[in-house]
């Protein structure tokens, strides 16, 4: 399990580094996506490397990031993908590595240079930070709070499929908290918006860090009140109410999403 510390030890080969192609992870064609390379494997199948920053501490070893070059890459005993072919392949723990290292290199690509005074920056307070030279001004992680919502009639449940994605597949409503907005405020303006109908009985059912970039989903349970569906059409492609007998394609349940369906339809 990873433990979000900042990392005091000194480097060590037997260090765990978890390498990443821009937002691509990088894993060994021989091995299960879910065994970690240590620093003396990466400096023997790859060598050099950049970006290298703390994650934290995986079972007591020390973890950082890196970042490859596309050209390191031997494709008969590599591989790279996004984070979404790993869901389901590792357990959650695992992912939770995976995604706080994108988020990290995310977080250092867009903080590279002073937002203040445009001074290059480097990393510090333990890795926590990123610094600014010149200025001092420090910039930390940044995390997007969501709100994800089941909304339930009775035995049924509202499902929707985003617009451009062709109606692949089907998830509960969801959407970014606004500045000075409450999370249950957020709940009921986002399905008031996206599909034109009033809840209430709004409660929490649980949270998951979601680093598509960097978000933090905080998932709700409603029940409808009043209304009828009316599509934002730019937000929304089609809506209907369903039973868990009549499902259209649903994200896994690796996802908070696929988590809220399955609750919402099993009256937990």
């Given at each position: 399990m990873l433990s979000i510390q900042p990392v005091s030890e000194p480097p060590s080969g037997t260090d765990f580094?978890?390498?990443?192609?821009?937002?691509?992870?990088?894993?060994?064609?021989?091995?299960?996506p879910d065994s970690f390379?240590?620093?003396?494997?990466?400096?023997s199948e790859f060598g050099s490397y950049q970006q290298e920053i703390p994650v934290g501490y995986w079972n007591a070893t020390p973890c950082y990031t890196?970042?490859?070059?596309e050209k390191q890459l031997n494709l008969m005993?590599?591989?790279?993908?996004?984070?979404?072919?790993?869901?389901?392949?590792?357990?959650?723990?695992?992912f939770d590595v995976f995604g706080r290292g994108l988020q990290?290199?995310?977080?250092?690509?867009?903080?590279?240079?002073?937002?203040?005074?445009?001074?290059?920056?480097e990393l510090k307070d333990n890795g926590k930070a990123l610094g600014c030279v010149v200025c001092s001004y420090q910039a930390y992680?940044?995390?997007n709070p969501c709100v994800i919502v089941a909304v339930t009639r009775g035995n049924q449940i509202l499902l929707a499929a985003a617009s451009g994605r062709r109606a692949n597949f089907y998830s509960t409503l969801a959407g970014f908290i606004e500045p000075g907005e409450s999370a249950e405020a957020a709940v009921a303006r986002e399905v008031r918006e996206e599909v034109g109908i009033e809840i209430s009985n709004t409660r929490f059912f649980r949270s998951q860090a979601w680093p598509f970039p960097s978000q933090l989903m905080l998932g709700f349970i409603a029940d409808y009140a009043s209304g009828d569906l009316v599509l934002d059409t730019a937000e929304i492609e089609?809506?209907?109410?369903?039973?868990?007998?009549?499902?259209?394609?649903?994200?896994?349940?690796?996802?908070?999403?696929?988590?809220?369906?399955?609750?919402?339809?099993?009256?937990?």
């Open positions: 580094l978890i390498p990443f192609i821009g937002r691509e992870a990088v894993v060994s064609l021989r091995t299960p390379y240590t620093r003396d494997q990466i400096a890196i970042q490859l070059n005993e590599h591989a790279k993908g996004n984070l979404y072919t790993l869901l389901g392949r590792v357990s959650d723990h695992v990290l290199h995310h977080w250092w690509r867009d903080h590279q240079y002073c937002g203040r005074c445009g001074a290059a920056t992680p940044r995390l089609d809506a209907g109410w369903f039973t868990k007998d009549s499902l259209p394609p649903i994200p896994p349940m690796a996802s908070i999403s696929g988590q809220l369906i399955h609750a919402a339809l099993s009256g937990e």
